[in-house]
């Protein structure tokens, strides 16, 4: 079982270019999510999709966009990338929302560094 | 505002007992939970406790749950090397989504 898969795994970047990440499910989620890990910070969310056709900022979402394509994917993109956005993204997916409980499933993570 | 707190960094023996904290400001959290984050992998689902709960146990792992002081715990017993990850709670508390703690790093010694 795949479950949830992001593309690229490891990206360098020139600061000013642009990039997409891809992430896609296949549990028939209805909520998918974009986080970033940074050190000493935890978990932060980006963006996300309580279900397909809406998207909605979370705690970061300055310098991203995202696209809910269809219900399997999700993907986040960065216009004009800078240094600070330099971290471990993790593409996420659950059920529906987690007032109810349902698990949130991660991907493996993409190393993005910005040069 | 969601904050969810917790310590960087703790160190055990094998076969110790560990014990990882976590403090939360959302009262109106549903669920928390807890995340295992090993080296270069995605966070995988531990366990969760729901919020009328104070306790919950699955087999090496103990969540307890004060809900008055929003203090959340994870006790791993008989710590092995395996266990050795970055630990995170989380909770529901902010709608649609999970807050994340800061993680705590889990070493364990032989």
């Known amino acids: 079982n795949a479950g949830v898969t992001q593309t690229p795994k490891f990206q360098v970047l020139k600061t000013g270019q642009s990039m997409t990440l891809q992430c896609a499910q296949d549990m028939n989620h209805n909520s998918m999510y974009w986080y970033r890990q940074d050190p000493g910070m935890g978990l932060r969310l980006i963006y996300y999709?309580?279900?397909?056709?809406?998207?909605d900022k979370g705690e970061v979402p300055n310098g991203y966009n995202v696209s809910r394509l269809n219900k399997r994917e999700f993907s986040l993109r960065l216009e004009s990338a800078a240094p600070s956005q330099t971290s471990v993204y993790f593409c996420?997916?659950?059920?529906?929302?987690?007032?109810?409980?349902?698990?949130?499933?991660f991907g493996e993570g993409s190393w993005l560094t910005v040069v | 505002g969601e904050d969810v707190e917790q310590s960087l960094f703790l160190s055990v023996r094998e076969g110790d007992s560990s014990v990882i904290n976590c403090t939360y400001t959302d009262s109106s959290s549903t669920y928390l939970y807890w995340y295992k984050q090993e080296p270069g992998a995605g966070l995988q689902l531990l366990t969760y406790i729901f919020s009328n709960m104070d306790m919950k146990q699955d087999q090496r792992l103990t969540v307890l749950l004060n809900k008055k002081d929003k203090h959340l715990s994870l006790r791993i017993a008989d710590t092995q090397t395996g266990d050795s990850a970055i630990y995170f709670c989380?909770?529901?508390?902010?709608?649609?989504?999970?807050?994340f703690g800061t993680g705590t790093q889990l070493k364990v010694e032989l």
């Open positions: 996420a997916s659950s059920e529906s929302g987690v007032e109810a409980g349902n698990t949130i499933y």
């Open positions: 989380a909770e529901t508390g902010g709608g649609n989504k999970l807050t």
């Open positions: 999709s309580a279900s397909e056709g809406t998207t």
